[in-house]
């Protein structure tokens, strides 16, 4: 594993700016069980980074630990420079992390634009939220279509665009998508992965987390490969793409300790 | 039913409905946000009458001056016992909440016993509350067509302020999934403290109104209140504020129809029948009228 990371630091020696956020070690449980046995990564700004891997391998308790909903036991976790570990949810969304949650989560009873208007609670500004409303009405027509309609009335795939417009509306400087495809129809599916392609386009630093590897190692700067709580590989997606055989590690052909 | 006695009947259902639903919503208020049915809402209520009796009877202070303190201190009942008794325990079990709020609610009572009195007080009431009104040739005290009024503008207020502004927005986003709010930068104690804030204005309000029909405090007082939350929201539904409202009123009007209707050999039965008619709901349509819209899966 420390090999692996030697990589990417190599790779990303040079004009790449410093991390913006950087799991380090990092120990995450709920009750008896733990769920990340010290798990360590890096986003920079303005990258895309994916994390792939089973289900229950850790990857949503990796988002929630850093947007605040789980408390970590150890390990630090650093957001632009300061140690944020452990801090309320609704303090690290003022620092601008923003976590589109798995399942969407929208408040179903609410309008579409009130959902909006809660997206932006922690870092409202009347000015700015009109333009950027404008601006994700363009990027997402059918939230401008049901702006007065009730969030549970949007089928699935709109649900997840105004999780993801909910999280963006409050400008974070960084995004953390969690499981976006899940449940959708595949051209719903290519819909959300063209517009986390944009999005990146756009210069929004994003952590993406996956069970459809291919397709976020498609679109990612670079990727983790999550299993049992651990990382299993991780470097320049491309790469990772070519050299793994990612069916293996979904079928835990590679667990034991060949590779590691 | 000759017109007179429909008037009546109609007046009698708005001005006890309206007491009712501001009762219902102050209970519901705290469920909403906190998933908690506090035990302790009908001792915000006696909280505040006790404060109406002691600044009503000795100082010299204005009525309407003595209504704002009373309300005051219900608000900061609430927000009091939110930071003291029920945020060490936020985060355990629901079973862990509801059990501190009987603990509130009987810390308060033995307070108002021990402190005060367990016999009962009067509470002055301003004169006109009790000036008889004509209205369509029916009379009435002026303080119910008062209660109706004032219900009339709390319940505007507080759709304004669900509605329209961010706050509102916020706890009603709060109310149905607490942990997505919170990610979306709503802070937990600033959403809790206000529904406890708001739960104790509402319970102040009551409390006027209650005294002022009652005429008295003791120390057992808010149970009464608190029985009739309860019936309410169990025939409006907890789920949400409208349901809570509706409920006040409709339980009104089974009971004023049941007062009116009943022969008076059973008349003795009315309560015992109402709570036939609370079994039935709790049987038939334990989620009350109105269905919070989306929150089936909601449970505690």
Same mark, same amino acid.
């Given at each position: 594993?420390?090999?692996?990371k030697?990589t ?6 040079g ?12 120990v995450?449980g ?6 990340l ?39 630090s976790?650093?957001?632009k ?15 601008g ?20 208007? +809660? ?11 009109e ?25 699935g ?6 999780? +993801?417009a909910?999280g ?13 495809s ?15 392609r ?7 630093? +994003? ?20 299993s049992?709580g ?15 055989d ?8 590679n667990n034991?300790?060949e +590779?590691? | 039913?000759?017109?007179?006695i ?7 259902v708005?001005? %006890? ?28 209520? @006696?909280?505040?009458?006790y ?10 202070? *204005? ?13 900061? @009942? ?28 009987? $810390?308060?009572?033995r307070?108002f016993?021990l ?10 009431? *301003?004169?006109?509350?009790?000036i008889?009104v004509?209205?369509?040739g029916?009379v ?10 004032? @219900? ?7 759709? $304004?302020?669900?509605?329209r ?16 709010a919170?990610? %979306? ?6 959403? $809790? ?20 029909? @009652? ?5 057992? %007082?808010?149970?009464? *209140? ?24 409709? /339980?009104?009007f ?8 009943l ?10 029948? %109402? ?6 709901f709790?049987?038939?349509? *334990?989620?009350?009228? $109105?269905?919070?819209? /989306? ?6």
């Amino acid at each position: 594993m420390n090999d692996k990371k030697q990589t990417i630091q190599e790779q990303g020696s040079g004009a790449i700016p410093a991390p913006i956020l950087q799991v380090n070690d990092l120990v995450v449980g709920y009750g008896a069980i733990e769920v990340l046995h010290g798990v360590s990564i890096d986003v920079r700004e303005g990258e895309l980074v994916s994390i792939c891997g089973v289900n229950g391998a850790g990857k949503s308790t990796l988002l929630k630990s850093v947007a605040g909903v789980l408390k970590p036991r150890s390990g630090s976790i650093r957001f632009k420079g300061n140690e944020v570990g452990g801090k309320k949810p609704e303090n690290l969304h003022k620092h601008g992390i923003s976590l589109v949650p798995e399942g969407r989560e929208i408040f179903p009873s609410l309008t579409v634009g009130e959902n909006l208007r +809660i997206g932006a609670f922690g870092r409202y500004d009347a000015k700015r939220y009109e333009a950027d409303l404008a601006d994700y009405f363009e990027l997402f027509p059918i939230l401008k279509e049901r702006y007065n309609q009730a969030g549970g009335l949007l089928s699935g795939g709109e649900q997840q665009m105004l999780a +993801i417009a909910r999280g963006l509306i409050s400008r974070p400087d960084l995004l953390m998508l969690d499981e976006p495809s899940l449940g959708l129809s595949p051209t719903m599916v290519d819909l959300i992965f063209e517009l986390i392609r944009t999005l990146k386009a756009r210069g929004i630093t +994003i952590l993406l987390v996956e069970q459809n590897a291919r397709r976020a190692l498609e679109i990612a700067d670079r990727a983790y490969l999550f299993s049992n709580g651990r990382i299993e590989y991780s470097g320049m997606s491309d790469e990772l793409a070519e050299s793994i055989d990612i069916t293996s590690v979904y079928l835990g052909g590679n667990n034991g300790g060949e +590779i590691l | 039913m000759s017109a007179n006695i429909f008037i009546e009947f109609v007046i009698n259902v708005l001005s %006890m409905g309206s007491l009712y639903a501001l009762i219902a919503l102050g209970l519901v208020f705290v469920y909403g946000i906190c998933n908690l049915v506090n035990f302790a809402y009908g001792e915000f209520i @006696t909280v505040s009458a006790y404060v109406l009796y002691f600044v009503g009877t000795f100082t010299d202070l *204005p009525w309407w001056l003595v209504f704002l303190i009373a309300i005051g201190s219900g608000a900061l @009942t609430g927000f009091l016992s939110e930071l003291i008794a029920f945020r060490p325990f936020r985060g355990r079990s629901l079973d862990a909440l509801l059990v501190t709020s009987f603990a509130v609610s009987i $810390i308060l009572q033995r307070s108002f016993q021990l402190g005060i009195s367990p016999r009962s007080r009067a509470v002055p009431v *301003p004169d006109f509350f009790n000036i008889n009104v004509s209205l369509l040739g029916v009379v009435t005290p002026l303080r119910n067509m008062l209660l109706i009024g004032t @219900t009339i503008i709390l319940l505007i207020a507080v759709l $304004i302020l669900m509605r329209r502004t961010s706050l509102g927005i916020a706890m009603r986003g709060a109310s149905e999934n607490f942990v997505t709010a919170r990610l %979306m930068g709503v802070p937990a104690n600033l959403v $809790i403290s206000i529904a406890f804030v708001i739960s104790g204005i509402l319970a102040g309000v009551v409390a006027i109104f209650w005294s002022a029909r @009652t005429g008295s405090v003791e120390p057992m %007082m808010g149970s009464g *209140p608190l029985l009739i939350g309860f019936i309410s929201v169990v025939i409006g539904g907890m789920q949400s504020l409208v349901g809570a409202v509706v409920g006040g009123y409709v /339980y009104a009007f089974i009971a004023n129809m049941l007062s009116l209707t009943l022969p008076s050999s059973l008349l003795s039965f009315r309560d015992a029948i %109402m709570f036939v008619i609370v079994i039935a709901f709790l049987v038939l349509k *334990p989620e009350g009228l $109105i269905r919070g819209k /989306y929150q089936e899966e909601r449970v505690g």
